[in-house]
């Protein structure tokens, strides 16, 4: 099974597309999304249909979660609590009933994903370093598991009881060893990077890699001026932060 590995669309569709253009030429079986497809971006609703179209397997993120109102908007910083509002308000009834639809966490043989972190999404804390890492690799079995929400792509590997960060960003899975994986933001990059990331992971294969492209950022910072969302968040686009 090939996985097409995608998160943190912020409702921001030239990025999506241009992602799922890549990934439909690398012959994806199947599409899997690791939350907060809505927030910040001018097209939450249209990144919705197209994540419904891939019948993508999809868990639920923080953004996600505070447009329906699961969590209090006091635990966002004024931009993004903005945003969820802005949002809120651009969405119909189907699309809230997906997002309300979606799970914590998916897993089967090959994966286990979530937001955020084991053994608590919805606590959406952030992985940011070996000792969360480490405690993190105790709360699954299965040799991967995708995470996003800090928008910054991130290979952290378990073996022999030891647990780093990975330098590579294409990689063979080793014998024995575990990983935790963030491909990254598809609608928001965080790390300097402007363009859309992703991620290809081969189960059979036992092959692993995050991907970047370009999209069209100017049309996506356009949208965003015109909404009526805060400017910050379509100039943060140009500089991936
Ligand atoms: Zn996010």
């Known amino acids: 099974m090939r996985y097409g590995i995608f998160s943190d669309i912020h409702g921001n569709l030239e990025a999506l597309e241009a992602v799922i253009r890549c990934l439909k030429s690398q012959n994806i079986d199947q599409w899997l999304c690791v939350g907060d497809v809505v927030g910040y971006g001018a097209d939450p609703a249209g990144c919705i249909r197209r994540v419904r179209d891939l019948d ?69 804390d952030y992985l940011s370093n070996v000792p969360k890492a480490t405690a993190m690799f105790r709360h699954f079995r299965e040799p991967v598991c995708f995470i996003g929400h800090t928008h910054v792509p991130d290979i952290v590997k378990s073996e022999d009881g030891t647990v780093s960060f990975e330098r590579e960003r294409t990689l063979a899975l080793k014998a024995g060893a575990r990983y935790i994986v963030n491909v990254g933001s598809v609608g928001q990059p965080r790390d300097g990077d402007p363009r859309a990331a992703y991620g290809i992971y081969d189960a059979a294969l036992r092959t692993l890699s995050i991907q970047r492209v370009s999209y069209d950022v100017e049309l996506a910072q356009e949208k965003i001026l015109k909404s009526g969302l805060p400017p910050w968040l379509a100039s943060r686009l140009a500089h991936g932060q």
């Open 56 to 124: 993508a397997f999809c868990v639920a993120g923080n953004h996600d979660w505070a447009v329906l109102g699961n969590i209090q908007l006091e635990y966002f910083n004024p931009l993004a609590r903005e945003a969820v509002l802005w949002t809120r308000g651009h969405l119909s009834d189907e699309d809230l009933d997906f997002l309300q639809r979606l799970p914590g966490r998916y897993h089967n043989q090959d994966l286990i994903m979530v937001h955020s972190t084991l053994p608590e999404p919805e606590d959406f």
